[in-house]
């Protein structure tokens, strides 16, 4: 049985939208949430409110019966992932647990660790850089197409919203036709603060059909990810069907959407530094530490979240236990303490001292990092191999990123010599 027999259902209703669900839950109408972070940051590094509810955004009702906690500064953000036996990743069992199933994000050691060096196995190094031209610049090199003799595009419609996601199509030999409803029904899994029966109905969807493939992929397995994760083993153990569906509702998301957004982020800082960007162009070299700086900047994810599983303090706070307790990402790379002019883009920044958590950190750190570096590095480089003079498009709106999590550009209006 292959693919191609295989039907996704797209939603009972059709007409639902999980798109906007999801930007309204993080405050699309938001420009920035920066300036009010700093303003919190110096009256306290902790906050008793949950990160959202400071913005003025509706709470998550996964978690209204949790005391919450946002935690501000580098060093307890990096206290709270250093210390996993305090700080648990139990809570994404209420969280995502209803519509991602039991994922490893909702473990903690050993099971965690069990399962993730199963999964590590899959995503070597050596591994991942044979789908840089086998998956990777296929993909490149079809969207590029559609728009490299025009002398302008809108590389967000064009290109950075459908790049990784075509990757993982590939990566999972999905049929072509149904990427839209795939698309839809991954990111319904993440809307469950809001609009959890389209998440469940989303969950089921996804699950019929993952463990529909993955059957046919251990019977039939071929070059594809799915035929890799149902072989590899540690010490002869292989995932449970179970966690292996559960990581592949999760992969969409946790691959697609994160790396769309990274992209656009960095290409729209490396646009409105021109020289930074003519510098990369120049010396390819600097390609990794733009990555990172654009990360600390405008880093995606901007909290994660923990539970509390003993009763704690952090910096004079008491934390009971059962607390949700948030980690800002986005605050912690942007603490003066840790990063001078931290509001600055600069990829010629001095960073020996302190890592950006724009990939989280401890036992949880993101396992699909070195593919997204793999993915940004190779449309940079084709954008400034094939775009020339490429510039932001001064007719067009410039763009504008947004939100207070997930955030993203909705266009990127570019020219460049045809």
Same mark, same amino acid.
């Given at each position: 049985?292959?693919?191609?027999?295989?039907?996704?259902?797209?939603?009972?209703?059709?007409?639902?939208?999980?798109?906007?669900?999801?930007d309204?839950?993080?405050?699309?109408?938001?420009d920035?949430?920066?300036?009010?972070l700093?303003e919190?940051?110096?009256?306290?590094?902790?906050?008793?409110?949950?990160?959202?509810?400071?913005f003025?955004?509706?709470?998550?009702?996964t978690?209204?019966?949790?005391?919450?906690?946002?935690?501000?500064?580098y060093?307890l953000?990096?206290?709270?992932?250093?210390n996993?036996q305090?700080?648990?990743?139990?809570?994404f069992?209420?969280?995502?647990?209803?519509?991602?199933?039991?994922?490893?994000?909702?473990?903690?050691?050993?099971?965690h660790?069990?399962?993730?060096?199963?999964?590590?196995?899959?995503?070597?190094?050596?591994?991942?850089?044979?789908?840089?031209?086998?998956l990777?610049?296929?993909?490149?090199?079809d969207?590029?197409?559609?728009?490299?003799?025009?002398?302008?595009?809108?590389?967000?419609?064009?290109?950075?919203?459908?790049?990784?996601?075509?990757?993982?199509?590939?990566?999972?030999?999905?049929?072509?036709?149904?990427?839209?409803?795939?698309h839809?029904?991954a990111?319904?899994?993440?809307?469950? &603060?809001?609009?959890?029966?389209?998440?469940i109905?989303? &969950?089921e969807k996804?699950?019929?059909?993952?463990?529909?493939?993955?059957?046919?992929?251990?019977?039939?397995?071929?070059?594809?990810?799915?035929?890799l994760l149902?072989?590899?083993?540690?010490?002869?153990?292989?995932?449970?069907?179970e966690?292996?569906?559960?990581?592949l509702?999760?992969?969409i998301n946790?691959?697609?959407?994160?790396?769309?957004?990274a992209?656009?982020?960095?290409?729209v800082?490396?646009?409105q530094?021109?020289?930074?960007?003519?510098?990369v162009?120049r010396?390819?070299?600097?390609?990794p530490?733009?990555?990172?700086e654009?990360?600390?900047?405008?880093?995606?994810?901007i909290?994660?979240f923990?539970?509390?599983?003993?009763?704690?303090?952090?910096?004079?706070?008491?934390?009971?236990?059962?607390?949700?307790?948030?980690?800002?990402?986005?605050?912690?790379?942007?603490?003066?303490?840790?990063?001078?002019?931290?509001?600055?883009?600069?990829i010629?920044?001095?960073t020996?001292?302190?890592?950006?958590m724009?990939?989280?950190?401890g036992p949880?750190?993101?396992?699909?990092?070195?593919?997204a570096?793999?993915?940004?590095?190779?449309?940079?480089n084709?954008?400034?191999?094939?775009?020339?003079?490429?510039?932001?498009?001064?007719?067009m709106?410039?763009?504008?990123?947004?939100?207070?999590?997930?955030r993203?550009?909705?266009?990127?209006?570019?020219?460049?010599?045809?």
């Amino acid at each position: 049985m292959n693919a191609t027999a295989l039907k996704i259902q797209d939603f009972d209703d059709p007409g639902f939208n999980p798109f906007d669900t999801f930007d309204d839950s993080f405050g699309r109408h938001i420009d920035s949430p920066y300036p009010r972070l700093a303003e919190l940051r110096e009256q306290a590094r902790v906050h008793p409110q949950e990160y959202k509810v400071l913005f003025g955004l509706p709470a998550d009702l996964t978690t209204l019966d949790m005391p919450h906690f946002s935690v501000l500064s580098y060093e307890l953000v990096y206290q709270v992932y250093a210390n996993p036996q305090i700080y648990s990743n139990r809570i994404f069992e209420r969280m995502l647990g209803p519509s991602f199933g039991r994922t490893v994000v909702t473990m903690d050691a050993p099971e965690h660790t069990r399962y993730r060096r199963i999964f590590q196995k899959a995503f070597m190094p050596n591994v991942i850089a044979s789908w840089g031209d086998n998956l990777v610049q296929p993909v490149v090199d079809d969207l590029m197409a559609g728009f490299v003799g025009r002398g302008k595009a809108d590389l967000v419609k064009e290109f950075t919203s459908l790049y990784p996601f075509h990757i993982i199509y590939r990566q999972l030999g999905l049929p072509p036709g149904d990427q839209r409803i795939f698309h839809k029904l991954a990111v319904a899994l993440t809307v469950t &603060s809001t609009a959890v029966d389209k998440a469940i109905e989303a &969950s089921e969807k996804l699950g019929a059909y993952y463990e529909a493939l993955t059957d046919a992929r251990f019977e039939h397995p071929g070059e594809d990810l799915v035929s890799l994760l149902t072989r590899v083993e540690v010490e002869g153990e292989r995932l449970p069907k179970e966690i292996l569906v559960s990581f592949l509702r999760q992969l969409i998301n946790a691959a697609g959407d994160t790396t769309y957004r990274a992209t656009s982020n960095l290409l729209v800082c490396l646009l409105q530094h021109p020289e930074q960007l003519e510098a990369v162009r120049r010396d390819r070299s600097l390609i990794p530490q733009a990555i990172d700086e654009a990360l600390r900047l405008e880093c995606v994810v901007i909290t994660g979240f923990r539970m509390a599983l003993v009763d704690t303090e952090l910096d004079g706070v008491r934390i009971p236990a059962g607390s949700a307790v948030e980690a800002v990402n986005g605050s912690a790379n942007r603490d003066p303490a840790r990063f001078a002019d931290p509001d600055r883009f600069d990829i010629f920044r001095k960073t020996t001292t302190s890592r950006h958590m724009g990939f989280g950190y401890g036992p949880h750190v993101c396992i699909g990092q070195h593919l997204a570096r793999l993915e940004i590095t190779r449309a940079l480089n084709a954008m400034l191999d094939r775009l020339p003079n490429l510039r932001l498009d001064p007719d067009m709106p410039p763009p504008r990123i947004y939100g207070v999590n997930m955030r993203h550009p909705e266009h990127i209006h570019v020219r460049f010599d045809a």
